[in-house]
């Protein structure tokens, strides 16, 4: 199992970031994905755990209504799409896969991770 999460970089407070993560050796029919961050002196959060086999989605409540992720459709690819970017939003992204169920929110419950990308939010 193989996951590289990329696209963050500096933007304005408002603006919006597209991250990808790439993943190999695995089916999203066994496995949920996550999206986590970490802010500096901050613990690793989650900010969406999806199961795309049983359609369950979850978004913590910073980021909800803000933050989408897809997938792409002929590949392995997911996508967390942040619109709305504040401040508060910046940190360290990671994504995750796990095959545990339910479709755990904390950190520890997944077993894959890649290297995270740096999002950083102007005020």
């Known amino acids: 199992v193989q996951l590289q999460a990329s696209g963050g970089g500096f933007v304005q407070a408002g603006g919006s970031l597209k991250l990808s993560c790439a993943t190999s050796?695995?089916?999203?029919?066994?496995?949920?994905i996550g999206w986590f961050r970490q802010a500096p002196g901050k613990e690793r959060e989650a900010v969406s755990c999806?199961?795309?086999?049983?359609?369950?989605?979850y978004f913590a409540d910073s980021v909800k209504g803000r933050f989408t992720v897809s997938r792409e459709s002929a590949g392995s690819a997911v996508y967390l799409q942040m619109n709305s970017l504040k401040s508060e939003d910046t940190a360290v992204y990671f994504c995750?896969?796990?095959?545990?169920?339910?479709?755990?929110?904390?950190?520890?419950?997944?077993?894959?991770w890649g290297q995270g990308t740096q999002v950083t939010v102007s005020s």
């Open positions: 995750a896969v796990t095959r545990r169920r339910p479709t755990p929110m904390i950190e520890m419950g997944y077993e894959y």
């Open positions: 999806i199961d795309f086999s049983r359609g369950s989605t």
């Open positions: 050796g695995f089916s999203f029919d066994e496995y949920a």
